[in-house]
């Protein structure tokens, strides 16, 4: 690549700059190969904007006229003419004679069919290649995709939200086109690799990845400029260069024409047409963008922050419907055992709402029947209605991991372990650097009471993240039903103090001092959590409660909190019949009765 100092490219001018090789080669009036190739051999002076393997390509008109400029004297003066075009004649080496022309080509007629016939045949074998490759089916399954996060060119590091979610977007997007043989890695995973150093074949290796594609994000007032890059990961090849220049309003359009050109690019099959996209406010796409960025950081700080901007969204453009899906999706989260921020009595009617909306506006969405699906199984305890959702919402969109992996929670609670590590199998494939999914691939071995298992897939996803919760509660779970107390009640203390000490992470602290014999420390957490539910400080589950009198053998207690969560619609209480800390009540006969007056379907 071509070096040029920062005074003489900050005294360029926009207009001057080529911002993909697309544009580069159009300039040079060549192909996209041959200018790489030019880079390469000859020193085309090309940029890449940040670094040298993930940014994204662009040149100046300037620079391109310098360099083209000697590239032509040095060839005149190559082909033994001088710059003004005069030839210059040398006469024939000494001891050679002249030849008749008709004998020189007599005698130079059978190395020139031998080549014609060589070239004949190299390029039937490279058409066969070409051909092969875009039209048989790959034996291992769909070819991949990683979009890796899109520089942000804006100027404004305030904006990294907008780069970052119209990657996430593309991502979407590429899913919904029902592509036949391309799925797009989740956006979790390609994240990782933000401004990371990496050539792209080890990037592609760590992805399981065929093809990646590099972008570039100019946001200008209510104008937006993307360019994209997709690369063939075996062999840096450039399959496809483009740049698009919109309104904002038009973004939606945008992205679906990005997305198709992608495929087209790999020379993949469209299942579908997908369905013209609609305009959208700029203002309402912009606060959609920051509500899913905190909507990703998933603390309950930052999902109230979610909510405030998704609502913004909707009350500036109210049928724009992926904003009432994130709507649901942070309810959810809000109102499950795993968060326990509200109560889900709260939580569940604002979540089902959002996603009712989400499907009226957009029967078509598949993230809006997922989110329904996750209702209907913890909260209605629905789980024929729930997974036909589930298979609704991957029917439209195969690449959407949430759904595989929600869906394998209704299989675990139906004891259905085999097909739910099915789907955690393919959730692994689109998410495959996704901590919490080799945490869910954990929990369903320790239902399914193989807590081997458990702990080595809860280490594998703290080795893609060493402070993930999840993971820890995991690791913690396994560990205690394996006999290892101390290094269970450790676990958990670690994952306790890594969420400021709150009601879920204590309860796990207190339950494996109990199983130890620690009562006075099961008590004194116990009264801890207590005092936070008389105060209002947090909410408190009454599941966590339950647990912790079943644990120190008050089972009166036990079953007066189990009332109490079964009343409020907890959601842990369909993993109830399955999960091994219940086993000191299962004999108990208002065990039964519980399940029964839940409705809960019995494990498989």
Not at 214 to 237: K, N, P, T, Y
Request: with cysteine.
């Amino acid at each position: 690549m071509a070096s040029t100092d920062t005074e003489t490219l900050s005294s360029l001018h926009p207009e001057d700059q080529l911002e993909s090789w697309k544009e580069i080669a159009a300039y040079l009036g060549r192909d996209v190969r041959t200018v790489q190739r030019w880079e390469k051999s000859e020193g085309l002076p090309v940029h890449r904007h940040l670094h040298e393997k993930q940014g994204s390509v662009y040149a100046f008109r300037g620079e391109i006229d310098g360099w083209r400029a000697g590239r032509d004297v040095a060839a005149l003066r190559d082909a033994g003419e001088e710059p003004n075009g005069a030839a210059t004649s040398e006469p024939a080496p000494r001891g050679e004679e002249a030849t008749p022309t008709s004998a020189r080509q007599a005698r130079k007629l059978p190395t020139m069919l031998a080549v014609v016939l060589l070239l004949l045949a190299s390029g039937a074998f490279l058409g066969w290649l070409v051909l092969r490759e875009k039209h048989t089916p790959q034996s291992h399954g769909p070819a991949m995709i990683a979009v890796l996060p899109f520089d942000n060119l804006s100027g404004d590091p305030a904006q990294e939200y907008f780069s970052d979610g119209m990657t996430e977007e593309l991502i979407v997007q590429i899913g919904r086109l029902h592509a036949d043989g391309l799925d797009a890695i989740a956006v979790g995973s390609t994240m990782a690799f933000k401004r990371s150093a990496k050539p792209l074949a080890e990037i592609a290796r760590q992805l399981g990845v065929s093809y990646v594609v590099q972008g570039a994000v100019r946001r200008s007032g209510d104008r937006v400029r993307v360019s994209a890059h997709l690369i063939r990961a075996v062999d840096d090849a450039h399959l496809w260069d483009e740049s698009y220049d919109r309104d904002l309003r038009d973004v939606l359009a945008l992205q679906s024409e990005v997305a198709e050109a992608i495929a087209g690019g790999i020379s993949v099959n469209l299942g579908r047409t997908a369905h013209p996209a609609r305009s959208v406010d700029p203002l309402a796409y912009e606060a959609y963008l920051k509500g899913r960025n905190f909507w990703n950081k998933r603390t309950p700080e930052d999902l109230t922050r979610a909510i405030a901007e998704f609502q913004q969204a909707t009350r500036i453009d109210p049928d724009y419907s992926p904003a009432y899906v994130g709507l649901a999706d942070s309810y959810e989260l809000l109102g499950s055992a795993e968060m326990g921020v509200l109560p889900p009595r709260e939580a569940m009617p604002l979540a089902r709402q959002a996603a009712t909306r989400a499907l009226d506006l957009d029967p078509q969405l598949a993230e809006a029947h997922a989110s329904l699906a996750h209702i209907k199984l913890i909260y209605d305890w629905d789980f024929g209605g729930a997974e036909k959702e589930f298979q609704r919402a991957i029917a439209l969109n195969p690449a959407y991991a949430t759904a595989h992996q929600w869906y394998a929670l209704l299989l675990n609670a139906q004891g259905r372990t085999a097909a739910a590590l099915a789907e955690l199998k393919r959730a692994q494939e689109l998410d495959p650097l996704s901590p919490a999914v080799r945490s869910a691939v954990s929990e369903a071995f320790y239902f399914a009471r193989q807590y081997d298992r458990a702990e080595a897939e809860a280490r594998r996803a703290l080795e893609l993240d060493g402070d993930f919760v999840l993971g820890l509660l995991n690791l913690g779970r396994a560990q205690e039903q394996q006999g290892r107390l101390e290094e269970a009640i450790a676990t958990f203390e670690r994952a306790s103090s890594l969420t400021g000490h709150g009601p879920a992470m204590s309860m796990f602290v207190a339950h494996a001092r109990a199983a130890k014999g620690d009562v006075r420390g099961g008590r004194e957490i116990l009264a801890y959590l207590l005092r936070l539910r008389r105060d209002n400080r947090v909410y408190v589950p009454p599941l966590y409660l339950a647990s912790l009198y079943a644990a120190l053998d008050d089972r009166a207690r036990a079953f007066a909190q189990l009332q109490q969560a079964l009343d409020e619609r907890c959601e842990y209480l369909i993993y109830l019949d399955r999960d091994p800390m219940a086993d000191g009540l299962r004999s108990d006969p208002r065990f039964a009765r519980l399940l029964q007056q839940a409705s809960l379907p019995a494990a498989r």
